[in-house]
């Protein structure tokens, strides 16, 4: 039995002007390194690193942030797994220079866990990763460890917006539409 409760398309967010935001310092409260193991035994960590937010107004007059992040990724190879560091510079924007050895299942290990950062205008950001898929490929590390390419998903992004803010937003004043047949 199956049972739908006022599910709603997803509306598309109106565009925001990136060049006329401002810049916001934030404070780092947790940037938690994500484990995976890997179908081959490796264990894979995964550190997302948010490098900048910026706040402005979408076109409703609402404030709007947006921001920067890095992935950090790490692996613990298996032991079976290692090979000799390789000698050529790998450049993943040529895949003809390396060759994909196995596509890998993975499963996370332990809870899933936010990164949290408060701005300083009292927005709180909250943010993690979601991998869609691991490859293991004919390259190896200078530790040994065979390389993997790693796709994630966008960020996955919440923010609580303060009341500050809200507060300092202005309501944009409704004109009546002259043209209504009842005004």
């Given at each position: 039995m199956s049972s739908e409760s006022g599910s709603k398309e997803k509306q598309p967010q109106p565009p925001v002007d990136l060049t006329s935001m401002t810049p916001m310092e934030f404070t780092v409260i947790s940037e938690p390194w994500v484990k995976?193991?890997?179908?081959?035994?490796t264990k894979?960590?995964?550190?997302?690193?948010?490098?900048k937010v910026v706040r402005g107004l979408n076109e409703q007059g609402q404030p709007a942030y947006n921001m920067n992040a890095q992935n950090i990724i790490a692996t613990h190879g298996a032991p079976n797994l290692r090979g000799q560091p390789s000698t050529t510079q790998l450049n993943l924007a040529d895949p003809s220079s390396y060759k994909v050895v196995a596509s890998l299942d993975f499963d996370r290990m332990g809870e899933?866990?936010?990164?949290?950062?408060h701005l300083t205008d009292g927005t709180v950001l909250?943010?993690?990763?979601?991998?869609?898929?691991?490859?293991?490929i004919d390259k190896y590390q200078g530790d040994?460890?065979?390389v993997y390419l790693v796709n994630t998903s966008q960020p996955l992004v919440r923010f609580k917006i303060s009341d500050q803010v809200l507060k300092s937003v202005k309501t944009p004043v409704r004109h009546p539409d002259v043209k209504a047949p009842y005004g």
């Open positions: 995976y193991k890997l179908e081959d035994q894979l960590f995964v550190k997302l690193v948010v490098i899933e866990k936010w990164n949290e950062y909250k943010a993690r990763l979601e991998l869609s898929n691991v490859s293991r040994g460890d065979p």
